[in-house]
């Protein structure tokens, strides 16, 4: 409060010029720091602003135990891979993340090793679903809705296990998140659909029904959207302990190329249960 209000906004802002520039650099601790709430002031306000982020190692690949293995090194001649590696192994992931790598990670233990890969899906006797984890444009915390798209089946030991065929984040209020969801059915050929729906987001299959109310006064087919509403018991970590699990013991895997895998294991990094993270 002290940094955005006395500094900032007391100081720094109040003596901008009318054609001249200001540059924050720090590396990014949490989404309360300088930056994240100068970001989202000039946001609000509608300023032009430029933000510049270097990763030491960008499309960064991890193994199961959460170590650093690959990636394209930004500064191979001073801070090559294997000294990179060193300085993760010390100073532990919440520093190495945001000192080197750009990122928020919240203080606490990691819930999810790294997902194994596939080259293939196995899409044998699977039942193909499509999640939905809604977020709300206006709301305070500025969620984007999650849209995940996979593929369960039982394996030799008759264990769940799922492939992510598809991973989709996006800002949008409730009718272009309805809109999405029908989009998403459609490609994957009649997927039913699992909507998380708490508070607000009750709204969303409501809002699917009218749509086909609508479509039928206009003469339009309706979508007919295969909705399961699913309302979440206890807390995150509670909640994410099954798939953590299944994510552990090779049971939840992701592909080996996709232009969406290095943000989702990002996520998985990053979360430890606790709120905000």
Request: charged share 25%; proline share 5%; net charge positive.
């Amino acid at each position: 409060e002290s940094v955005k209000e006395d500094l900032f906004q007391g100081t720094l802002y109040t003596r901008l010029e009318p054609t001249g520039s200001m540059i924050i650099t720090h590396q990014a601790w949490n989404e309360d720091d300088l930056i994240a709430r100068v970001r989202q002031l000039l946001k609000d306000e509608g300023s032009p602003h430029e933000v510049v982020s270097l990763p030491a190692v960008r499309n960064a690949r991890y193994d199961l135990r959460g170590r650093l293995v690959g990636g394209k090194v930004l500064w191979k001649s001073r801070f090559p891979l294997k000294r990179l590696r060193q300085i993760q192994a010390a100073v532990g992931p919440y520093n190495y993340e945001s000192q080197y790598q750009c990122n928020r990670v919240p203080k606490g233990n990691r819930v999810f090793v790294e997902p194994q890969s596939y080259a293939k899906p196995n899409l044998d006797f699977a039942i193909i679903a499509i999640s939905c984890d809604p977020g709300i444009e206006e709301n305070v915390k500025k969620d984007e809705s999650a849209y995940i798209v996979a593929a369960g089946y039982l394996d030799a030991m008759k264990n769940v296990c799922m492939d992510v065929l598809l991973v989709e984040e996006h800002n949008e209020e409730i009718p272009a998140t309805v809109d999405r969801l029908e989009l998403l059915h459609l490609a994957w050929h009649g997927a039913p659909i699992i909507l998380e729906e708490v508070s607000a987001f009750k709204a969303l299959s409501q809002v699917a029904r009218r749509l086909d109310v609508e479509r039928a006064k206009r003469g339009e087919s309706k979508a007919h959207l295969p909705i399961t509403s699913w309302v979440p018991r206890g807390s995150k970590l509670i909640r994410a302990q099954p798939t953590a699990g299944g994510v552990q013991f090779g049971r939840v895997r992701t592909p080996v190329k996709a232009s969406w895998r290095a943000m989702y294991h990002q996520r998985l990094r990053r979360f430890t249960g606790r709120e905000g993270g």
